[in-house]
């Protein structure tokens, strides 16, 4: 019978996680639902709380590590730059600010938890530097829409852009083009084909992807006392980011827990639709013991699969990658075992700061990365203040029992 189924400084200073566990070096958002394209003046609020406002730039840059090895490497194989390493001097922060500088902000896509922390925390640090950010525009992950939405941008004269591509070699040349036209480019994550760093970008600002997937995978072995029989649900695109945390995922697991077995992959290209993957899982595999994700939002649909197949949380172990507000609540209420979260607010500090090293001429490191953090439902609470430097809200402390 089958079973049933206060300051950035401070703030900052608090994130990291042991990653000692994962082990090994990698072989080598992701998100939600999009938004419309917007500009700045015409960007909706985000249900993300607001965050608390940030101490002076030389404090935002000062992110602590908390002591975590960085366990990704760049696009091209860089070794990381801690995001602590990123500061300015007062004199410094005063010629940013009499310089009257613009900047605008393209995005693959948006209007989800993690872009939405990331624009507060490139927004924040903006308007401490006295940089106007005059557009942030949400390519809906389609390359043309990302093109066009650089020369929108262009026509705004902005001094820096800083972006993710959506398609590394469908959107380079657009790219090239403002860069040839003097304009100073930070990227998130990922590069364009055929870029360089210090002479057609200035850098790129990563979560240590590679390291969530460890500590999603240290999570799941933990949670199954290191034996079962496991799913992965990935992200089937030649794309960067999520293309580490898989890999740091499968390697760890491999490493510290050979006797978890992973005895299906499930692949999708629509993050919102993996209630399918989720059933094909629990179908050929009834008796499956845990499922990984590559991120929140696909986790939501593999969830919605699992509860209404009967089982609980207790019968089939969930871990993922991303703190998302609606997975947050069912790590709370113990349906998600926990995942490795990216900090997209410290991301876009980091992203803004180096802008700043662009606009003084300042050599900048080529790749900069912010450790991951572990959570859980034991520090559910602290985790969401790190992520998104706000306090955790009602509906949250509520569902943890606080």
């Known amino acids: 019978m089958r079973r049933k189924i206060g300051s950035v400084l401070l703030s900052m200073a608090m994130i990291g996680v042991l990653l000692g566990g994962c082990g090994g070096s990698q072989a080598g958002e992701e998100g939600n639902a999009p938004a419309e394209t917007q500009t700045e003046d015409t960007q909706e609020e985000a249900e993300t709380p607001e965050a608390e406002e940030p101490e002076p730039a030389e404090d935002a840059g000062a992110a602590a590590q908390g002591g975590s090895e960085i366990l990704s490497t760049g696009p091209n194989g860089e070794t990381a730059t801690p995001a602590s390493e990123i500061t300015l001097t007062d004199e410094e922060i005063e010629q940013i600010r009499n310089?009257?500088?613009?900047?605008?902000?393209?995005?693959?896509?948006?209007?989800?938890?993690?872009?939405?922390?990331?624009?507060?925390?490139?927004?924040?640090?903006?308007?401490?530097?006295?940089?106007?950010?005059?557009?942030?525009?949400?390519?809906?992950?389609?390359?043309?829409?990302?093109?066009?939405?650089?020369?929108?941008?262009?026509?705004?004269?902005?001094?820096?852009?800083?972006?993710?591509?959506?398609?590394?070699?469908?959107?380079?040349?657009?790219?090239?083009?403002?860069a040839k036209d003097g304009v100073k480019l930070v990227f998130m994550d990922n590069v364009p084909a055929g870029m360089t760093?210090?002479?057609?970008?200035?850098?790129?600002?990563?979560?240590?992807?590679?390291?969530?997937?460890?500590?999603?995978?240290?999570l799941m072995g933990e949670a199954l006392g290191g034996k079962g029989q496991i799913g992965m649900v990935y992200y089937d695109a030649d794309f960067f980011v999520t293309n580490q945390r898989d890999e740091g995922f499968r390697k760890t697991m491999a490493d510290k827990y050979p006797d978890v077995?992973?005895?299906?992959?499930?692949?999708?290209?629509?993050?919102?639709?993996?209630?399918?993957?989720?059933?094909?899982?629990?179908?050929?595999?009834?008796?499956?013991?845990?499922?990984?994700?590559?991120?929140?939002?696909?986790?939501?649909?593999?969830?919605?699969?699992?509860?209404?197949?009967?089982?609980?949380?207790?019968?089939?172990?969930?871990?993922?990658i991303d703190l998302g507000n609606n997975i947050a609540k069912e790590i709370a209420a113990g349906n998600v075992v926990g995942l490795g979260a990216q900090l997209p607010?410290?991301?876009?500090?980091?992203?803004?700061?180096?802008?700043?090293?662009?606009?003084?001429?300042?050599?900048?490191?080529?790749?900069?990365?912010?450790?991951?953090?572990?959570?859980?439902?034991?520090?559910?609470?602290?985790?969401?203040?790190?992520?998104?430097?706000?306090?955790?809200?009602?509906?949250?402390?509520?569902?943890?029992?606080?």
């Open 197 to 218: 760093a210090g002479e057609d970008y200035v850098s790129c600002v990563s979560a240590d992807n590679y390291g969530n997937g460890c500590v999603a995978a240290e």
């Open 345 to 402: 607010y410290d991301q876009g500090v980091a992203e803004a700061m180096l802008a700043a090293y662009s606009l003084l001429g300042k050599e900048a490191p080529t790749y900069v990365a912010v450790s991951a953090k572990r959570v859980e439902q034991s520090n559910i609470l602290e985790a969401y203040e790190d992520v998104y430097h706000a306090e955790a809200p009602d509906w949250l402390q509520k569902a943890a029992g606080k």
């Open 99 to 178: 310089g009257g500088y613009k900047a605008a902000i393209s995005l693959h896509y948006g209007g989800n938890d993690w872009a939405t922390s990331q624009i507060e925390g490139l927004k924040a640090t903006f308007a401490d530097l006295g940089i106007e950010l005059v557009a942030t525009t949400d390519a809906d992950f389609s390359a043309e829409q990302q093109v066009s939405d650089i020369e929108t941008i262009m026509a705004k004269n902005p001094d820096v852009i800083i972006s993710i591509p959506t398609d590394a070699t469908a959107t380079s040349d657009a790219f090239q083009k403002a």
């Open 261 to 320: 077995e992973i005895v299906t992959e499930q692949g999708f290209t629509d993050e919102n639709g993996c209630a399918e993957q989720g059933d094909a899982i629990l179908t050929q595999y009834p008796m499956i013991n845990g499922i990984y994700a590559s991120w929140d939002v696909p986790m939501e649909g593999v969830l919605s699969s699992v509860k209404a197949s009967g089982l609980s949380g207790e019968e089939v172990k969930l871990t993922t």
